[in-house]
């Protein structure tokens, strides 16, 4: 499988992106780990991973993420002096990793991935991933209008409605 061509966020943006605080960043995060990952994670994968100190470091954009595994879900930590494992990749490879239209160990080959730490943990995290059967991040079902439509049943973010006790002024009584 070939890579797409590399696309990197532009310094500016990156330069921006970078100031944004860890650790809200990281709580986001493992909220979408514990919601995709937490319950598949294979069982013998779990003790090893129990405590140790992760990193997601998106390159392109400045941003880190620290987090741990407690033993039954991921926890959001402060940015850490050092870490057991240390992920680094660009935007774009990230996302396209999580629609699984690339492979880590192709963006590993062509030094689009790197993993920086514990090699044994670094192995056993990529092998845990590659089996697990993961829902493919579809960016489209996070569209605002999509989004927006979940919360708001029966209403679509393009066309709000009054609400029927609502009186607009020289209207219909």
Request: no cysteine.
């Amino acid at each position: 499988m070939t890579p797409s061509p590399a696309y990197i966020l532009p310094a500016p943006v990156g330069k921006v992106l970078s100031r944004l605080p860890a650790y809200p960043g990281s709580v986001l995060l493992v909220t979408a780990l514990n919601t995709v990952l937490a319950k598949e994670l294979p069982v013998d994968v779990r003790p090893y991973l129990r405590s140790k100190r992760l990193r997601i470091h998106v390159s392109d954009a400045g941003l880190t993420f620290d987090f741990t595994w407690s033993g039954t879900h991921f926890v959001a930590s402060s940015p850490q002096p050092a870490t057991d494992l240390t992920v680094s990749a660009n935007a774009q490879d990230f996302v396209r990793l999580a629609q699984r239209l690339d492979d880590p160990d192709t963006l590993f080959f062509n030094r689009r991935l790197s993993m920086e730490g514990d090699t044994e943990l670094g192995l056993v995290v990529k092998n845990a991933l590659d089996a697990m059967e993961m829902p493919v991040l579809d960016l489209q079902r996070w569209a605002p209008s999509k989004v927006l439509a979940r919360f708001l049943p029966g209403r679509t973010a393009a066309a709000p409605t009054p609400h029927a006790d609502h009186k607009v002024p020289g209207g219909p009584a």
